[in-house]
Structure formats: C-alpha cells, structure tokens
C-alpha cells in the first residue's frame, strides 16, 4: 500500500487533498511571504486518525508539518517543499466546563473566539487573547507558546496549559489531560511540548486553565512621548490599578497607517509621538479609578476614556488594527522579539535608522505589548533586503540581550539565529531532546532546528 492509499484509508478520501486548487490556502501562511508545495493535505478528525497518520508517515519516511489556522508568522505551518501537511483543523471537540476545577479539555482545531464563547457560556474565561481569535487555534497557540494581550495579568500559553494529549513521531499517544493541580512524578512532559513547534510531537488535546470572567471593563487611550513615557506611565498606574489586565503601545507611523488605510477617525486633535491602551477588567465598574489614576499620573499629553463597549471597541481598533493595515500596505518583514524594559527605549530610537543602512526605502511600523517589553516589528519596503532587514533587526536584540522571539516561535524564518538567543549548550540539549523524541527527524523539518 502506497503512502497516499494509506492515508486515504485512515481519513477517507475526501479529507486526503491532493489537488492544487484546493491545497494552495494552506500551502501558503496569511502574510504571504511564505509558501510551498506539499505532497498532500490531510484532516484528520480526531486523535487516532492523527496517530494513524503519524505511523504511515514513519513507516514510509515521509515529513509532516503541521498546521492549526495557519496564524503563523515564521513559516511554521507551511510546507517547505514535498511534505505530508497535517491540517488540524477539524480537532473541533469542545468538552463541558469543568466548574470545580475551572477547566476544559477541548481539540487542538478549536479556535481561540470559540473557546472564549464556550467559557464564557459557563460563567468563566479563558486568560490569552489575540486579535487573530477567530482564526488561531489553541493547538497553534500551545505549540508556539503565544501570549497576546492579556499576558500582564494572566502570563502566556504555558501558564494556562494543565495537561494535553500529543501523538509522538513513531504514532504512539501521549495523554495526560487530568489537570491535577500538583503532581509532581517525574519530568514535565506536557511543558516540554508547550513551545515546541510541532517538531516533538503533535498536540491533539489540550486541558486548559480558565479564569473568572470579568464581566465590568474600562479602556483608555494614552498619548505619550515616545517609548519611554510609556513606560514611565505605565509604571506609574501599575500599582494604582490592581486591576489592569492589558498595556498596549503603538507609534505615530502606525496610528497614520491604520487610520489612512482603513478610515479610523484620528483619536486625538493634535498628531502625539506615542499612544498607549490600557485596560483594566473586574467584578465591578473600573471606570472610575481608571479615571482618577489617570489624573495621578504624570507624562500624560492626552487621554480620553471609553464610556461604553462601542466606544471601547473603537479604542482598541487603533491598536488590533495594526496588523490588517500593514497587510494592506503591502508584504511585511515581520519579526516578534523581547528586550529589557530598561533598554527599550534606546532600542526603539535606534532602530529606523539600523534598518535604512541596509534597506534605505524600507518603513518601520512598531506595536506590541509594554509589559513584557514585546515589540512587533514590521518593515515594509524591505524587497530583496528583506534577509538582510532580519539579520539587522535580530542582531541588534542579541545585542541589547533581547529574545529573538517573544510569542511567535522561531519557525523557519529564524531557525538559523537561534543562536543569538541560546547558548551552543542549550542547543545542542535541544537536539538531544530532538533526537530522543523524533530520531527519523520527521516532525517539522527545518523548524526551530536547522
């Protein structure tokens, strides 16, 4: 039995897409800067159709990548050229809220807006959001250990992750999806894969965290100068405000962007170097002390406070926006990284002109998470320099002791600068753990490790 005569029996034949008309949405990311062909695209609908799949493709050596909404923005989830592409998309379980314990087991192909709904529907919450909820899945956020804009108050992926089931490369499974709040027996095997990029394993199955769902919120739109008065404001709220959940910084260039592109009305009457959204979440109306540690804090050159949901909505939109205008202004060098808070000023300054001494037409259009010193960087006009636009912009984080990469992965983008993130010794334990795990090295080729 052929590879793809197998496939088709595990799956069915219509789930096993071979034709280019319908495998080219997913051989292609959403920025578009990556792409491939794949041998075939296949659905599997649950964890033994995966586990199947897995066990044909060790048996007859063939690669697999793996793909959830296809969010990605490191070429992760895209075929380089002739792979098997495991769609898991169709992984749409959705299990009842455990209220006791405050948790769900639900598929890996469930998207992170129908997780908050489900959660929602029973009172709770889920801690991580995004502005591509309707499209990322939670398998693709646990595999990339994605934060977003509530890791202030809640952390990244891996805090809310209390188990999951993975298929391994040879096609046994992995289940540890009890959620026990200790257990403390050996290794922690379902930490290991949080952030692993699909290269150990495939998530089929995730125990998930949820918190209480606060249902009372308050925005603000905080115009600043420049980086380093966002921080100052930041730190200045931050204990005024125990129930700040969100601080989220985006430049002049990137307000100019989203409201030239998509008709945003300016926020403010007068142009400010800096903008900062602050949220604050809780049981009860937070308006009011947003309000009055706003007229606490220093370094303010404007705000203006949201007074119902439209109006926060339309708060946010300058920000969560940032991403639809880029795409609409063309094909963007798109790179996540750390720095210190204490560096990112300088950072920051620096940075346009780093990039105009290799790509001289290139626009740099900055936005991300304050808190945990997460930028997004975005260089349009890049063109041929792009590879030199990312070796520039990584080099300069390593300098600063930065990240390479904050919530993304390392993908296959930048698998070839891990180093500037990870001393040889980590890395050489990470292809120990490689290795061990997927000794045929069929497991996301070429992601995260070279």
Known sequence: MTLLEGLRAAVGVEHVLTEADLTGSYETDWTRRFSGRSACVVRPADTAQVAEIVRLCAEHGAPVVLQGGNTGLV??????????????ARLTQLDPVDLDAGQVTVGAGVTLAALQAHARAAGLDFGVDLAARDSATVGGLAATNAGGIRVLRYGSMDVQVAGLEAVLAD???????TGLAKDNTGYDLVRLLVGSEGTLAVITRLRLRLVP???ERAVALVAVDGVAGALSVLRQLKPLLPDLSAAELFLADGLDLVCGKLGLSRPFPQDHPAYLVVECAGPVDPTDAMVDALSQADGLRDATVAKDAPTRRALWDYREK???AISLAGVPVKLDVCLPLGALTEFVDGLPGAVAAVAPE???VLFGHLNEGNLHVNVLGAGEAAGAVTTVVLERVASYAGSISSEHGVGRSKAAYLGL??????????RSVKQALDP????????LLL
């Not at 096609?171 to 999806?177: D, H, N, P």
């Not at 045929?440 to 992601?447: E, F, R």
């Open 171 to 177: 096609g046994s499974v992995m289940t540890r999806l």
């Open 421 to 430: 993130s990870r001393s040889p010794v980590e890395v050489a334990l990470m």
């Open 75 to 88: 070429g992760a989830g895209v075929p380089a050229g002739g792979e098997v592409l495991l769609s898991l």
């Open 440 to 447: 045929q090295g069929l497991l996301s080729p070429g992601v």
């Open 213 to 215: 769902q606060l249902r």
């Open 322 to 324: 940032h991403t639809e």
């Open 362 to 364: 290139a626009v740099v």
